[in-house]
């Protein structure tokens, strides 16, 4: 089994539509979680890190379930400009080994 | 503004190569990576290196190898570069339990 797994894509969405991603891990242990964007060709930046409240940032709310070992990515009112894959972030078995998932493709459509 | 830079975008290799990738972070971060990242496969950790001369293997090892002389610098070693070596690598740093910052990668062609 995959350390982290995500929902396999692509999303394919209108404009204005809500669009949600599911990440799980492996590692109960997991101390650190987030999501990253990453555009065509270029490297991954951070979106949001995802703690255990659960936090929102605009249009985007993130959010973490240790008991089922979950993180969710929530967009709402989505835009073009949103269109990229999206990955998830889980730091391993080590303290400081982050692990990615393969990316969740999403294209917001006109 | 947090920086990792590396040394070339787009790098031309023939088969049986030695190919350095370097990696340098102004944000004396302990903690830094590399990666490559194939499509279908998302990012693969190779190695990493969490202090000065210390490092660990990751996931897919073989077929490379590290250095960390200097606390800003990683650079990851292709011995003898072959095909299936062909990908974008993806170098990052970062302090504990705190995000990853990347470098704009390397895109790597082994002919």
């Known amino acids: 089994r995959k350390e982290v797994e995500q929902d396999p894509g692509p999303f394919n969405v209108p404009e204005g539509a809500t669009v949600a991603f599911n990440c799980t891990y492996s590692?109960?242990?997991?101390?650190?979680f987030f999501w990253y964007r990453q555009d065509c060709r270029k490297e991954p930046k951070l979106l949001m890190s995802v703690y255990s409240s659960g936090n929102e940032d605009g249009r985007f709310t993130a959010q973490l379930n240790r008991a089922s070992q979950y993180i969710s990515l929530l967009i709402r009112d989505s835009k073009l400009s949103d269109s990229a894959t999206y990955l998830c972030?889980?730091?391993?078995?080590?303290?400081?080994?982050?692990?990615f998932g393969a990316g969740t493709r999403l294209t917001v459509k006109p | 503004d947090v920086k990792v830079t590396q040394s070339s975008r787009y790098l031309v290799k023939r088969t049986g190569e030695k190919v350095f990738l370097e990696c340098v972070q102004d944000m004396d971060h302990e903690n830094m990576f590399w990666y490559r990242q194939d499509p279908g496969l998302g990012l693969r950790l190779i190695y990493f290196?969490?202090?000065?001369?210390?490092?660990e293997k990751g996931d897919i090892p073989e077929g490379y190898s590290v250095s960390r002389e200097k606390k800003e610098r990683f650079s990851l070693i292709l011995e003898s570069a072959s095909t299936n070596q062909t990908s974008m690598y993806l170098c990052?740093?970062?302090?504990?339990?705190?995000?990853?910052?990347f470098g704009s990668g390397t895109q790597l062609s082994v002919l």
């Open positions: 590692n109960s242990a997991s101390q650190s």
């Open positions: 972030v889980v730091n391993g078995q080590r303290d400081n080994d982050m692990r």
């Open positions: 290196s969490y202090d000065v001369k210390m490092k």
């Open positions: 990052a740093s970062k302090v504990t339990n705190e995000k990853l910052f």
